[in-house]
Nanobody, 122 residues
């Protein structure tokens, strides 16, 4: 399995971005998919996840109401729509996958993708 994230960039506070993660491998539909982020000098933390069926989504408190995770099984892709960006959202965003659980802890992750950098200017 390989995960390829894209969509990061430099954006002004209040703006929006859409991150995408393409899954290469079999049985994408069986995987829980999610996003973590790592700000400069800080630990990697959970952002959002979506169940294998797409029926359930989970968000960190800090992004609830501003971030939306979705998946397109036909394209083996998971998206993270980020609205009303804040300076504290500046981080490298990592796509992740797991076969079980809610994918909210680093230890839950089975596969990591390379990160995509989001920089928010104030």
């Amino acid at each position: 399995v390989q995960l390829q994230a894209s969509g990061g960039g430099l954006v002004q506070a209040g703006g929006s971005l859409r991150l995408s993660c393409v899954f290469s491998g079999r049985t994408f539909s069986k995987y829980v998919m999610g996003w973590f982020r790592q700000a400069p000098g800080k630990e990697r933390v959970f952002v959002a996840s979506i169940s294998s069926s797409g029926a359930s989504t989970y968000y960190a408190d800090s992004v609830q109401g501003r971030f939306t995770i979705s998946r397109d099984d036909a394209k083996k892709t998971v998206h993270l729509q980020i609205d009303n960006l804040k300076s504290e959202d500046t981080a490298v965003y990592f796509c992740a996958s797991a076969l079980f659980g809610r994918l909210q802890r680093l230890g839950d992750v089975l596969y990591w993708g390379h990160g995509t950098l989001v920089t928010v200017s104030s």
